[in-house]
């Protein structure tokens, strides 16, 4: 069973950039496909950018596209989320969740398709 740890979030001044680490142990993480989803207070947990297991197939949410950057690096482990011209609707809770995938094209987008979760790193972003 994989175990994954956010790290990196933080306070941050709108225009800001802040990258968040999700680190995994327990298992390698390159069989899995592994995506990035927030939860701010009173809403739900919405899909942020998923990385499937290439590194190369790669989407994002709409809000974030041109500013949020996803990569992997399996020899680490790890998956980063860059996150540039950060916004005060950025502010929420962010978690990495990974999912054991055959295909090394699919990319995962939905709560429902992953079975492992962080515990979740908060960004805030004032105005």
């Known amino acids: 069973q994989v175990q994954l740890v956010e790290s990196g979030g933080g306070l941050v001044q709108a225009g800001g950039s802040l990258r968040l680490s999700c680190a995994a142990s327990?298992?390698?993480?390159?069989?899995?496909?592994v995506g990035w989803f927030r939860q701010a207070p009173g809403k739900e947990r919405e899909f942020v950018a998923g990385?499937?297991?290439?590194?190369?197939?790669?989407r994002y949410a709409d809000s974030v596209k041109g500013r949020f950057t996803v990569s992997r690096d399996n020899a680490k482990n790890t998956v980063y989320l860059q996150m540039n011209s950060l916004k005060p609707e950025d502010t929420a809770v962010y978690f990495c969740?990974?999912?054991?995938?055959?295909?090394?094209?699919?990319?995962?987008?939905?709560?429902?398709?992953?079975?492992?979760w962080g515990q979740g790193t908060q960004v805030t972003v004032s105005s």
């Open positions: 327990g298992r390698a993480f390159s069989p899995y496909a």
């Open positions: 990385i499937a297991r290439s590194g190369t197939n790669i």
């Open positions: 969740a990974a999912q054991a995938s055959s295909s090394y094209w699919l990319v995962i987008t939905t709560t429902s398709g992953y079975d492992h």
